[in-house]
């Protein structure tokens, strides 16, 4: 049986130790909600750029579509079916044998083999359903990083990691899916955050798994951007070459200026210079590199011991720790009687 005196003693050094472990959560390592929250609205920002253009492209493409298939008409030469005859042929003789949809008794391959000819480059039936995709999926690990720095009990924290391992995965095989159709080989991934309940400072292990998530999923933001930014190149570029050849369209007229034109020609080139120079300032395409620079600007100032926000908690913690053990060894001293 524990002596009065002694339990005293216990209960004092238990509310001491409960009183250290409120102090170091309430200082705890700094969690970056400010830059995550950048890195969020940047992602937010440049997707809806990206989204907006796909009704130029589909225009554009339709465009380019079509003046292909008239080119290849004026040429002599008539759009032409080729693997089609015996399609319909063997599904008939598959049916008699299966009695099934086609769609259960022809490959994909055999579709696929019928097909008209010629096949154009720019197709805007196909749109760009994948790297939509990838926009939705940087958003979602975006989102899941700000849960993960915003969970305040075991329960949220739990639930963050869950979080974020699924749209680390999600935007892994996103991009993979994109580079594997481009015939690039893939990323490979990262293991995934793992949960441990039960254990000390929670906010200590928000910044340990906030750590863990960008260090990993650092090369995975960079493709995704990379792949954002070639497409709106490749959407903007019609855009922006209207506006370059109506620029160099006016550079050649002043060049047969008169002083009866003069002022016209002035007047002309100065409105074509401004709109080319609008049209390249608002090219979406460096707001996907910026996704791909304040990721990493986070993964650096997460590793970086000289950061001053760690520094400043760091210090916090020693602080806490420091008064807390003070605290406990004076009540203790207080309790037994003795002064040294």
Known sequence: MVPFRSAKVLSTLSLALGALVLGLAACSPYVYREEIASFGSGVDTSVAAFTAMTPAYAAWATEQRDGELLA?????DKPLT?????LELR??????AAGAPAGDLLTPEDYAACRVTPVPVNDPDKGLPNLEGLGQALKDYAAALFVLTDAEDEAALEQAFGQLNASATSLLATVNEELAARSEPPLESAGALVY???????????????????NANDAVVATAADLLAEAALYIYSPTLGEKKDALETAENRSAEVTAETYVAVWSDLNTARDAYVAALRASPIYAFFKIETTHRALR??????????????LYGNTLALKKAAEAALKAVRKED????
């Open 72 to 76: 290849f008409a004026r040429n002599g």
């Open 337 to 340: 009687g003795s002064s040294s």
């Open 82 to 86: 080729e693997g089609c005859d015996d």
């Open 91 to 96: 599904y008939e003789e598959a049916f008699e």
């Open 300 to 313: 650096d100032s997460v590793n970086d011991p000289a950061n001053r926000a760690q520094l400043e908690a």
């Open 196 to 214: 441990q309940a039960g254990l000390t400072y929670l906010r200590q292990r928000r910044f340990d798994a906030l750590k863990q998530a960008v």
